[in-house]
Nanobody
C-alpha cells in the first residue's frame, strides 16, 4: 500500500505562481512513477506531468510545457509541481498518483497508476 498526501493548493491570480507537493509513504517499489493529473468542473481528468524513479524521466502535457516544472526529492519520496504563468483554465483539483513499473510511453496514462491522493484545489482568478 502506498499513501499519497498532497499539499500547497490555493488561490492565485492569473500570471502568478504556485507550488504543490505530494509525499509518498508506505511500500514503494524501486521502479515507479509519480504523476499529476487534474480535473476541472464538468471535465474529464487529464494528465499534467509525471516523473519516474530512478532516472528522473519527465513528461508534460502540451498545455503546461514551459510553464510547469515537475521535480522530486528522492530521499523524501516527494514530488513537486512548480506552476508559473498560471491561467484561469489551470483551475482544477490536482491529483497526485503513483504507479510501479510504468514505462516511458505510458507515463501520461491514468490507468497505469495504482494509487491516488485526495486532491488539492488550485484556483486561478482572472
Amino acid at each position: 500500500q502506498v499513501q499519497l498526501l498532497e499539499s500547497g493548493g490555493g488561490l492565485v491570480q492569473a500570471g502568478g505562481s504556485l507550488k504543490i507537493s505530494c509525499a509518498a509513504s508506505g511500500r514503494t517499489s524501486g521502479n515507479y512513477a509519480m504523476g499529476w493529473f487534474r480535473q476541472a468542473p464538468g471535465k474529464d481528468r487529464e494528465f499534467v506531468a509525471s516523473i519516474r524513479w530512478p532516472g528522473g524521466n519527465k513528461a508534460y502535457a502540451d498545455s503546461v510545457k514551459g510553464r510547469f516544472t515537475i521535480s522530486r526529492d528522492s530521499a523524501k519520496k516527494t514530488m513537486y509541481l512548480e506552476m508559473t504563468s498560471l491561467k484561469p483554465e489551470d483551475t482544477a483539483v490536482y491529483y497526485c498518483a503513483y504507479g510501479s513499473g510504468i514505462i516511458l510511453s505510458s507515463m501520461s496514462s491514468s490507468n497505469q497508476y495504482d494509487y491516488w491522493g485526495q486532491g488539492t484545489q488550485v484556483t486561478v482568478s482572472s
